[in-house]
Structure formats: C-alpha cells, structure tokens
C-alpha cells in the first residue's frame, strides 16, 4: 500500500523512491494526475542528475490540447515496495504519476487538504 495526503492545491501528493543506473536512489515527491495516461514525469534537471537513460522521443497532448514531443527515459521506481521498470517523460513541470503507473491499483482520495491518499492492489 502507498500512502500520501492531499495538499493545500488539492492535489494528491505520494513519495516515490527513483532509482539510477548506479543503484543510488532519490525521493520525489509526485502529483497524482488521472489526465495523464504515462507512468511518471521528471524535470529534465533530475533525469540529468539521476543520469537516466535515453530511449526515444514521444508525441504528447498536454492539457491544453497542443501536441508537443518530449524525451523518455528509462527509470526503476520502487513502487508498492517493489522495483518497478517503467519509461520517464522529461517534463519541465512538477513531478506527475499517471495511470499507467496505477495500473492495478485502486486510488482512494479525501479531497480535503490534508485528506489521505491510498493507493492499494486491486484483490
């Protein structure tokens, strides 16, 4: 089970443990956004620091409708307890999970600020 809280914005924060090449490992803190079907977004300056590998250039639609490309890197995660290998969209915003990073979880919110966050395996 993963655990987080609501913030004063009234969006859905989690740590997230992400692990380099080397085995060395760093906490983000992340957004929960169900607009976005990816696994996880990083500032491109903690993909440089973290020294993840490159692994192609993709098409996204942001919020806004426009289509954009960006760099996807590879990453571990410890995700539930476990590594997780999943790809990284380089992205100059806040940290975001999305849902393929969900996939077999259920996400229970108290959208209240200071609410809780759960994220569980589905039975």
């Not at 760099?71 to 997780?84: K, M, N, Y």
């Amino acid at each position: 089970m993963i655990r987080g809280e609501v913030n004063e914005y009234s969006e859905a924060i989690i740590h997230l443990a992400v692990r380099a090449p080397d085995g060395s490992e760093r906490e983000i803190e992340a957004v929960i956004d169900t607009g976005f079907n990816g696994s996880l977004t990083l500032p491109s300056a903690v993909i440089t620091a973290f020294r993840l590998p490159w692994r192609s250039r993709g098409l996204v639609t942001l919020a806004n409708g426009t289509e954009d490309q960006c760099d996807i890197f590879a990453a571990s995660v410890v995700w539930d307890g476990s590594p997780r290998h999943i790809l990284v969209e380089a992205a100059e915003t806040d940290p975001l999970v999305g849902m393929m990073l969900l996939q077999g979880y259920r996400l229970r919110v108290d959208v209240i600020q200071g609410g809780s966050v759960i994220i569980e395996t589905l039975p």
